[in-house]
């Protein structure tokens, strides 16, 4: 079992920067990728960005990439999400989420396991 808390969330205006965080623990060892996933009321959870354990191969959104960066510490089993130049359509829950596989990253059914989710909210 791997067990991952978030933090870093927040309340900010729109084009501020947060910085997200990512715990793993547990059976760490397994893992092939890690990713964040968001989601807003009344809409479906989505991807954001992903990278891959080894290799660092990464993924992101359309709506994300070139303002959100993904990054990993390999020896602190932690993920982080910067996100600069925030939108108010960036406001949702945000979930880190890792799974044993390293293919299809971007879907939510290439992870086994998700965090409680940390909210960001963008006001305009």
């Known amino acids: 079992q791997v067990h991952l808390v978030e933090s870093g969330g927040g309340l900010v205006q729109a084009g501020a920067s947060l910085r997200l965080s990512c715990a793993a623990s547990?059976?760490?060892?397994?893992?092939?990728?890690m990713g964040w996933f968001r989601q807003a009321p009344g809409k479906e959870r989505e991807s954001v960005s992903s990278?891959?354990?080894?290799?660092?191969?990464?993924y992101y959104a359309d709506s994300v990439r070139g303002r959100f960066t993904i990054s990993k510490d390999n020896s602190k089993n932690m993920i982080y999400l910067q996100m600069n130049t925030l939108k108010p359509e960036d406001t949702a829950v945000y979930y880190c989420?890792?799974?044993?596989?390293?293919?299809?990253?971007?879907?939510?059914?290439?992870?086994?396991?998700w965090g409680q989710g940390t909210q960001v909210t963008v006001s305009s």
């Open positions: 547990g059976r760490t060892f397994s893992l092939r990728a």
């Open positions: 989420a890792a799974g044993n596989s390293p293919v299809g990253i971007a879907s939510k059914s290439a992870y086994d396991y």
């Open positions: 990278i891959t354990w080894t290799g660092g191969l990464t």
